[in-house]
């Protein structure tokens, strides 16, 4: 949609409810108090529409409507992810249901979650947040890699300064800013996502941490390795199903959510959210 079709849609949103929404302007985009009251109750409503929805789809033996899921970037080739047998079981189970896929950064799922964009996400494990639930499904190990040209040596952590690698961050990824200060790497290159993280230790010169699985399923096509002695600074992230609290899951929600837990095995106990 065009931002000037988007602008026209606001002000006569506003006419009608009698109230500014938002600021738009040259500095940005930013909603009023009033912006926020009134998301928060068209949020609401959807959920209470899904309700409708569900109840009248139960009535009939079947669940149907909207689905929306967000999965984690570069979760398909780690065999321990089996999120694509849950989708394939939940096909046959609710055929008049559609469901919609996401793929992308963890940090950006969990803001589509917050915003009721998504009703599931697959995404890492996060600690001390009241707004969501999550249900541990798989792990996935990290490793510190580089790419190598043919016939190069891997380099040694020790190593990394003198050779003028540039280090691959990630935004919020704390291991990579303290791995900075600790190999003194003084230049950074910044990626969204692992598929950017990977694209720059490819091209060489850089290092920056990958999961395992993807080095395994890149070998055919780039020479990615283990940078030498640096298994202290290799990790493992914890991938759950998360949803948000102050959002009810659909009776097709209800369905994948049981599905992913059977398939990884992590014992489904009832509704993530009611």
């Known amino acids: 949609m065009e931002r000037s079709t988007i602008s026209r849609h606001l002000q006569a949103l506003e006419a009608k409810l009698g109230a500014r929404l938002c600021y738009r302007g ?22 209470v529409l899904d309700r409708v929805r569900d109840e009248l789809e139960l009535a009939r033996d079947g669940v149907g409507g909207d689905l929306h899921l967000g999965v984690a970037d570069i979760c398909l080739s780690n065999p321990a992810c089996r999120v694509h047998e849950a989708v394939a079981a939940f096909r046959d189970k609710a055929p008049g249901a559609t469901l919609h896929l ?21 995404s890492g494990t996060v600690l001390g947040n009241a707004q969501i639930r999550q249900q541990a499904l798989f792990a996935e190990p990290f490793a510190l890699c580089v790419g190598l040209a043919p016939q190069q040596a891997v380099p040694a952590m020790e190593e990394l300064h003198g050779q003028a690698y540039v280090l691959v961050t990630r935004e919020n990824d704390y291991r990579t800013l303290n791995l900075s200060r600790r190999l003194k790497l003084d230049r950074h290159a910044v990626a969204l996502g692992l598929e ?5 230790v490819a091209a060489g010169g850089y290092v920056g941490f990958l ?3 993807l080095m395994q399923a890149m070998a055919p096509i780039h ?19 998360v949803t948000a609290l102050n959002h009810r899951l659909p009776a097709a ?7 992913l837990t059977k398939v990884h095995g992590a014992g489904w106990t009832g509704p993530v959210a009611g």
């Open 102 to 122: 996401t793929v992308s950064t963890p940090d950006k799922l969990r803001c589509l979650l917050a915003e009721g964009r998504l009703h599931i996400g697959i």
């Open 196 to 200: 950017a993280v990977a694209t720059l």
């Open 253 to 259: 929600g209800q369905l994948l959510a049981g599905l």
């Open 26 to 47: 040259p500095s940005g985009f930013a909603l009023t108090a009033f912006g926020r009251t009134a998301l928060q109750v068209a949020i609401t409503a959807g959920d």
């Open 211 to 213: 999961p395992r699985h």
């Open 223 to 241: 020479r990615f390795a283990e940078v030498r002695n640096s298994e202290a600074v290799a990790y493992t992230t914890r991938f759950s199903m």
